[in-house]
């Protein structure tokens, strides 16, 4: 296991809370507050073409015409 469980003061209460912060295979943080019902967590999920054309002209890149393929070799 390559992440940490831990406590931290809850953001909207105060109460501590239980938290876990991973960083394999991308940074993952999640926490529950037991007394307020706060929660946090990382989402992972894929963008669309559309999506991500649309996030590239934010930063004046060219349009592409198809996602990259995901598989990486070792």
Not at 1 to 28: L, Q
Not at 37 to 66: H, W
Request: glycine share 10%; with cysteine.
């Amino acid at each position: 296991m390559s992440g940490c469980r831990g406590n931290a003061a809850c953001t909207k209460c105060g109460a501590t809370m239980e938290t876990y912060v991973d960083w394999k295979p991308h940074d993952i943080v999640e926490g529950e507050c037991l007394e307020c019902g706060f929660s946090f967590y990382t989402v992972e999920r894929q963008m669309d073409l559309e999506e991500v054309n649309e996030r590239r002209a934010c930063y004046d890149l060219e349009p592409i015409g198809k996602l990259r393929d995901q598989t990486q070799e070792g």
